[in-house]
């Protein structure tokens, strides 16, 4: 039953016999997180007195942690949690509720329910008990944005007109529609585009648009007024708009145009985009623009998608302002790179920060020219760490709503293991400590 409170799973005598390893990540992370304000949060997702009784809060939430903690798929951590004794311990999970545990599709499920504002309370209850430590702090904020990329494969052209073949030929087949293409004929001409060479694979692009346009027009025409909104065939008008809006870019493609503004490369990720960073490798990525800021330890204070390629300059004002109200105070120090250089950005910066530091040396005293260029390298460094090591690298789940509970599920993670780092370097105060309950 779904309960603002919750009873300890594990008697003293189970604790003592297999959680022996007092450092474990897992156990220190147990004791930081508030999970009685989590829950309170939570709670009125659910209603007390409809439907079954829902699964435990407690255990749900902790699932959705300890999944990214150790970087595991819905799949993974539901195994994982039957045979690993610290997990169980963390995710507070009896012996007898094993043997007739939770199916991976409701941990999505669960996702969903909560949505981006139930995974933002998640994370926003976790930092702010780190906060309220002192284990975080504020004196210096770190600016910079980078890709988190889309789980897709790189775009085709004519690949794309393909796949929009196939979500028109699902959509009839839940209608009971006769397809009307030659789906013979497409399927051909799709194995001699793919065993073309790199020279001939241009003109088939032509060609499948050739098919593509009376298709679409027939389709257009076939799927069901949006009044009909009861019905399955109300997906298709969003479908309609989405391949339209693929077929004129397919046309600006031929007619030799480079530069297509909100190209479509995946039929399924459609917020995803193209992104440049100036990179040599990869030159190009797919997915949203990933706005971040840290503090001088390397926490984890601001994380912010963006649908395309923001220009910087009009993300730093906002980022720093919700750096400011995350941590209820002003940094003495800002740093970011030339990409969020402009006068507007220094006159919106308040006055009481000492130092502002916008990717050159003029913008701060001598005195503090190495510290900001040794603050900027320590961005590059933990954006590296949090792509590589804490799951930023990419997001798995669709849209961009799902890359913001992706990101916000991978910060709280990535604060917590923060924590231990410097928990088992002796890097945390004793009176932080003493707040979190692990010291006295």
Known sequence: MIQATFDEAH?????????????????????????????????????????RFGTSLRMMVALLIVAKLRRLSDREVIQQVKENRYIQYFCNVPDAGLLTFLDPSVLSKFRTRLGEKGIAKIETEVFERLRQAGVIQGDTSLIDSTVLDNN?????????????FGKMAAWAQRQDRPLWWEADHLKKRWRAFGLASKSERPTYLAEFYLLFVPAL?????TVPAPEGAEKEGASAPPLVALLQQLGEQTQQKLAGEQHIKDRIVSLDEVDARPIKKGKSYPA??????LQMSFNRQGFLITTENFIGTPNDTTLYGDTLDLFRKRLHGDPDTVVTDRGARSQANFTRTPDVIDHVFLGRSEDVAEAQRDFCRRARSATEGFIAVAKHRRGFGRSLYRRLSGDRIWSLLCQTAYNLKKFVQQYRAEQVA???LVKLGLLG
């Open 284 to 289: 190009c990525e797919f997915g949203t623009t």
């Open 430 to 432: 004793e009176s932080s």
């Open 11 to 51: 008697s003293p005598a189970w604790i003592k016999a297999h959680i022996i390893d007092s450092m474990n990540e897992l156990v220190l992370v147990r004791q930081v997180i508030p999970w009685p304000r989590i829950i309170a949060q939570l709670v009125s997702s659910y209603a007390p007195h409809r439907g």
């Open 217 to 221: 027009e027939t389709f257009a025409e």
């Open 152 to 164: 897709l494969i790189y775009p085709n052209d004519v690949q794309l007109l393909y796949k929009a």
